[in-house]
């Protein structure tokens, strides 16, 4: 884990979005996410994106034009005095600094600590605290390493996109055969981790079940945020010096 700190203080309103799960084949998300960008995100002076924008990610060389349109709109918000901060997730973690200087972001460690209204806070996306989720983390291990990401991006592009649509079918089957328990978060890792960054508040997305869990650390109070996915709505965490708010737009309203 990467200590780093990245100071939001002076902003009045913050974002927090995950697993958007972008793709073609979903134009109802792209469409929420495009008005988030538009009409939402301009009030905040910074947004953070905590992984899994993309449904998958072949490459910074990926020329399609929806790539394109989603780069553009994003960079169209950075250019509005609006800081955009990146972490991969499970699902785009090739996404490299090529996509993120076109799209005006900066990439951040996996987990990193920030400086949020002079409160410390721990962001990451979250797949790391699913320990018990052994087969996922043995894959995880292995596609980050050097070698297996310089052998993917070796690959001709459309032997790429062939490989992520079967990797994503696999992966929903393996996920419907596993119990929700297993695919949850770790209680004593989520402790371990604001333990060691010293943190009372903890943000993270991945597992889909977006609340706010009061829990125990470092002999405290803590919390542990979750953020909503946008595969039914589009879902954000609203943060100012004195509150935090779990929100969501319906997609009928982006239609």
């Not at 799960?21 to 009409?39: E, G, W, Y």
């Not at 983390?137 to 992520?164: E, N």
């Not at 770790?186 to 597992?207: A, F, P, R």
Request: charged fraction near 20%; glycine fraction near 4%.
């Amino acid at each position: 884990m990467s200590e780093v700190s990245y100071s939001s203080a002076q902003s009045a309103l913050t974002y927090f979005i995950a697993d958007l799960h972008l793709a073609q084949n979903r134009p109802d998300i792209t469409a929420c996410f495009l008005s988030f960008l538009k009409n939402e995100a301009p009030k905040a002076q910074a947004l953070y994106i905590l992984g899994d924008l993309f449904e998958y990610w072949v490459g910074d060389d990926d020329d399609s034009t929806f790539i394109a349109e989603i780069s553009q709109a994003i960079k169209n918000l950075s250019e509005l005095d609006c800081t955009i901060y990146f972490i991969h997730g499970n699902r785009d973690f090739l996404l490299g600094q090529r996509f993120a200087k076109q799209a005006g972001m900066q990439i951040l460690p996996e987990v990193t600590l920030i400086d949020l209204y002079n409160k410390p806070v721990v962001i990451m996306h979250g797949d790391t605290l699913c320990t018990r989720d052994v087969g996922y983390q043995a894959f995880r291990k292995k596609s980050r390493s050097w070698w297996w990401q310089a052998m993917i991006k070796s690959l001709p592009l459309f032997v790429r996109r062939k490989i992520a649509n079967n990797y994503r079918n696999q992966s929903a089957s393996a996920t419907a055969m596993k119990s929700q328990d297993i695919m949850d978060v770790t209680d004593n890792e989520v402790i371990h981790c604001l333990e060691q960054y010293k943190s009372q508040i903890l943000i993270h997305g991945h597992t889909h079940r977006p609340a706010v869990h009061d829990i125990k650390a470092n002999g405290k109070k803590a919390q542990r945020i979750v953020l909503g996915d946008w595969y039914e709505q589009g879902a954000w965490l609203k943060v100012t010096p004195d509150s935090m708010e779990l929100m969501d737009s319906p997609f009928e309203l982006n239609k």
